[in-house]
């Protein structure tokens, strides 16, 4: 029989299911960088990014509506995105979701609108877009969704050819990019995109699929998945769940005693807000009293109470004990978070302070005693995401706040961050590595205005060269230089500086290429595989080596990169 329409329901799973399917894949998809370095990057970025949005989704329940499953799907992805393709994941779903929010059911012709207005959103995101990258493949399927209007309104017919063809433009994608093709790989991101479709669909042509979200991190704090097994002596017998439908959006501190109050009636607290619905999860002994404390913010729905004693006997009580501590430690943690939050609204208001995404102990210091008021543990390792800039942002009390990335595959992340901000004006200096920071952070004057600071740093940004060492973890062949798994590799800022066996000599091998006649200083961040006699012993051969230069060696304790080198 044919298929016609996809409901609420049937695209919720469809959804976990393309995210599960993402998270299952993400290290293959890992290997299709064209870079052989030692991080999580696409497929880890995009799987953080869509588990974010399948969190919410899961807290949805088995009967979604239409409308609070784009806002779920949007809302989750956006303050989740990490890393460029996370970014432009989350703009795909916002623009398909502000198409299907306004249906109750979705048919070709919608979908093929939605597809579009995907397409749409992300290459505006995206301030130089590139071909052969996730855009195109996105492009390609929205373009044959077109295509397809008229010729069939059976939708596994329909998303069977938009997929193929998203994969035919997936399997193009080396000769757009030339680095790809040397690299003998196709776009990551891209295949990100394609997996998570093939997911979808197999839902659709009635694969069973476990929908089973185990945990991820939300807006409002840690969100630990309840299972619906406890143990045979259970402290609180009744799980209770609803939906609170807000007469208006909670204010911070309305949410944070009502939480407060449920800590005190019971343990396995979720509760996740947006402006007009929240979600609530509690287990109590006396269900009425969260319901009461709970009609004062709004009406109820999708109530749904269970008697745990009595449908779960047989499981260990571990298991909840372990939950319960989980919660508790969430909970205490954001009591502090709030008297700190307090605290420091007490104190005078800067006018313009600093977020500095940093990794390593040593950077972290040194960025602080430059002037950072607020460090993001994150880089090349691991990219923070929009929410964990959002709230990097909350936590400064300036009126002019800037962000300095240092990684340029964080710089989406932060600008989308940014775009979220009313109350203070957001300022994200484009820094793609450490040095850029360290720079910017430098050529800040507390005498001009923020706006003539955003300036003058960025503008300082092109005075200095960047240069990293790391290590391949597969063989590969970039920018002509054949690349062997363990190689050493010097980074430099448009590509790959230099290779070889010893760490040494690749290193002096990529100042050469970074330093000339007007270079001044150059500076050493050794990291934490590195001692600080083999540090000392490199820089004092930088001296010697370029005797015009002041040579600076510090402490940088940052992993996967053995040094990272500025010149200037």
Same mark, same amino acid.
């Given at each position: 029989?044919?298929?016609?329409?996809?409901?609420?329901?049937m695209?919720s799973k469809?959804?976990l299911?393309?995210?599960?399917?993402?998270?299952?894949k993400?290290?293959w998809?890992?290997?299709?960088?064209?870079f052989?370095v030692?991080?999580?990057d696409?497929?880890?970025n995009?799987?953080?990014?869509i588990m974010s949005?399948?969190?919410?989704?899961?807290?949805?329940g088995?009967?979604?509506?239409?409308?609070?499953l784009?806002?779920?799907?949007?809302?989750?992805?956006?303050?989740?995105?990490?890393g460029?393709?996370?970014v432009i994941?989350?703009?795909?779903?916002?623009g398909?979701?502000?198409?299907?929010?306004?249906? @109750?059911?979705?048919?070709a012709i919608?979908l093929?609108?939605a597809?579009q207005k995907?397409v749409e959103?992300a290459y505006?995101?995206?301030?130089?877009?590139?071909?052969g990258?996730i855009?195109?493949?996105?492009k390609?399927?929205a373009?044959?969704?077109?295509e397809m209007i008229?010729?069939t309104?059976d939708?596994t017919?329909?998303?069977?050819e938009v997929i193929k063809h998203?994969?035919h433009?997936?399997?193009?994608?080396?000769e757009?990019l030339?680095?790809?093709?040397?690299a003998?790989?196709?776009d990551?991101g891209?295949?990100g995109?394609?997996?998570v479709l093939?997911?979808?669909?197999?839902v659709?042509?009635?694969?069973?699929?476990?929908?089973?979200?185990?945990?991820?991190?939300t807006?409002?704090g840690?969100?630990v998945k309840?299972s619906?097994?406890?143990e045979?002596d259970?402290?609180?017998g009744?799980?209770t769940?609803f939906?609170?439908v807000l007469n208006q959006?909670?204010s911070?501190?309305?949410?944070f005693?009502?939480?407060?109050?449920?800590?005190?009636?019971?343990d396995?607290?979720?509760?996740v807000?947006?402006?007009?619905?929240?979600k609530v999860?509690v287990?109590?002994?006396?269900?009425?009293?969260a319901?009461?404390r709970?009609?004062?913010?709004?009406?109820l729905?999708?109530?749904?109470?269970d008697n745990m004693r009595?449908e779960h006997?047989e499981?260990l009580?571990?298991d909840? @004990?372990?939950?319960?501590?989980?919660?508790?430690?969430e909970n205490?943690?954001r009591?502090s978070?709030?008297d700190?939050?307090?605290e420091?609204?007490? @104190?005078?208001?800067?006018?313009?302070?600093f977020?500095?995404?940093?990794?390593?102990?040593g950077?972290n210091?040194i960025?602080?005693?430059?002037?950072?008021?607020?460090?993001?543990?994150?880089?090349?390792?691991?990219n923070?995401s929009?929410?964990?800039?959002l709230?990097?942002?909350?936590?400064?009390?300036?009126?002019n706040?800037?962000i300095l990335p240092?990684?340029?595959?964080?710089?989406?992340?932060a600008?989308q961050?940014a775009s979220l901000?009313?109350?203070?004006n957001?300022?994200?200096i484009p820094?793609?590595?450490v040095?850029?920071?360290?720079t910017a952070?430098i050529?800040?004057?507390?005498d001009?205005t923020?706006?003539?600071n955003?300036?003058?740093?960025t503008?300082?940004?092109?005075?200095v060269?960047?240069g990293?060492?790391?290590?391949a973890?597969r063989d590969?062949?970039i920018?002509?230089k054949?690349?062997?798994q363990?190689d050493y590799?010097g980074?430099?800022?448009?590509?790959?500086?230099?290779v070889g066996r010893?760490m040494e000599?690749?290193?002096?091998e990529m100042?050469?290429?970074?330093?000339?006649?007007?270079s001044?200083i150059?500076s050493v961040?050794y990291?934490?595989d590195v001692?600080?006699d083999?540090a000392?012993?490199?820089?004092?051969?930088l001296?010697?080596?370029?005797?015009?230069?002041?040579?600076e060696?510090?402490y940088?304790g940052q992993?996967i990169y053995?040094?990272?080198?500025?010149v200037?």
């Amino acid at each position: 029989m044919a298929i016609t329409t996809i409901d609420a329901p049937m695209l919720s799973k469809m959804f976990l299911a393309g995210a599960k399917n993402l998270e299952a894949k993400k290290e293959w998809i890992n290997e299709l960088n064209v870079f052989p370095v030692p991080d999580g990057d696409t497929g880890t970025n995009m799987t953080m990014t869509i588990m974010s949005a399948a969190a919410e989704v899961s807290n949805l329940g088995a009967e979604p509506t239409m409308a609070d499953l784009a806002k779920a799907i949007s809302s989750g992805s956006l303050r989740g995105a990490r890393g460029n393709s996370g970014v432009i994941l989350s703009q795909l779903f916002r623009g398909f979701t502000r198409e299907i929010g306004k249906y @109750q059911e979705l048919d070709a012709i919608v979908l093929s609108e939605a597809l579009q207005k995907a397409v749409e959103t992300a290459y505006k995101a995206v301030m130089k877009p590139k071909e052969g990258t996730i855009l195109t493949v996105a492009k390609g399927a929205a373009d044959k969704a077109m295509e397809m209007i008229g010729e069939t309104e059976d939708l596994t017919v329909f998303l069977d050819e938009v997929i193929k063809h998203a994969e035919h433009v997936l399997s193009k994608t080396p000769e757009m990019l030339p680095v790809l093709k040397q690299a003998g790989v196709v776009d990551s991101g891209g295949q990100g995109l394609v997996t998570v479709l093939r997911g979808a669909y197999d839902v659709l042509m009635g694969k069973e699929i476990d929908y089973t979200i185990e945990s991820t991190a939300t807006a409002g704090g840690s969100t630990v998945k309840i299972s619906k097994q406890a143990e045979q002596d259970i402290k609180f017998g009744y799980c209770t769940e609803f939906i609170i439908v807000l007469n208006q959006p909670l204010s911070e501190n309305e949410e944070f005693e009502f939480k407060a109050y449920l800590d005190s009636i019971g343990d396995s607290i979720v509760v996740v807000a947006d402006d007009e619905i929240t979600k609530v999860h509690v287990h109590t002994n006396d269900p009425g009293l969260a319901i009461q404390r709970a009609l004062t913010f709004g009406s109820l729905s999708k109530i749904k109470i269970d008697n745990m004693r009595e449908e779960h006997q047989e499981k260990l009580i571990k298991d909840a @004990q372990k939950v319960a501590a989980e919660q508790k430690a969430e909970n205490d943690k954001r009591r502090s978070l709030q008297d700190s939050k307090a605290e420091k609204e007490q @104190q005078p208001k800067k006018d313009m302070g600093f977020v500095s995404v940093s990794i390593g102990e040593g950077l972290n210091e040194i960025f602080k005693g430059l002037g950072a008021d607020y460090i993001i543990a994150g880089g090349q390792t691991m990219n923070p995401s929009t929410e964990d800039v959002l709230n990097a942002i909350e936590e400064v009390n300036a009126d002019n706040i800037f962000i300095l990335p240092n990684n340029k595959n964080i710089i989406l992340a932060a600008n989308q961050a940014a775009s979220l901000i009313e109350e203070k004006n957001v300022f994200v200096i484009p820094t793609k590595t450490v040095p850029q920071g360290i720079t910017a952070l430098i050529n800040f004057m507390p005498d001009s205005t923020a706006k003539e600071n955003a300036q003058r740093m960025t503008e300082e940004l092109s005075n200095v060269s960047s240069g990293q060492v790391t290590y391949a973890v597969r063989d590969t062949l970039i920018d002509d230089k054949s690349i062997k798994q363990g190689d050493y590799m010097g980074i430099g800022d448009s590509g790959i500086l230099s290779v070889g066996r010893d760490m040494e000599t690749v290193t002096k091998e990529m100042v050469a290429q970074m330093a000339d006649e007007d270079s001044a200083i150059i500076s050493v961040y050794y990291g934490e595989d590195v001692t600080e006699d083999a540090a000392q012993k490199l820089g004092a051969e930088l001296e010697e080596q370029y005797p015009d230069c002041e040579v600076e060696v510090h402490y940088g304790g940052q992993p996967i990169y053995y040094y990272v080198i500025s010149v200037e």
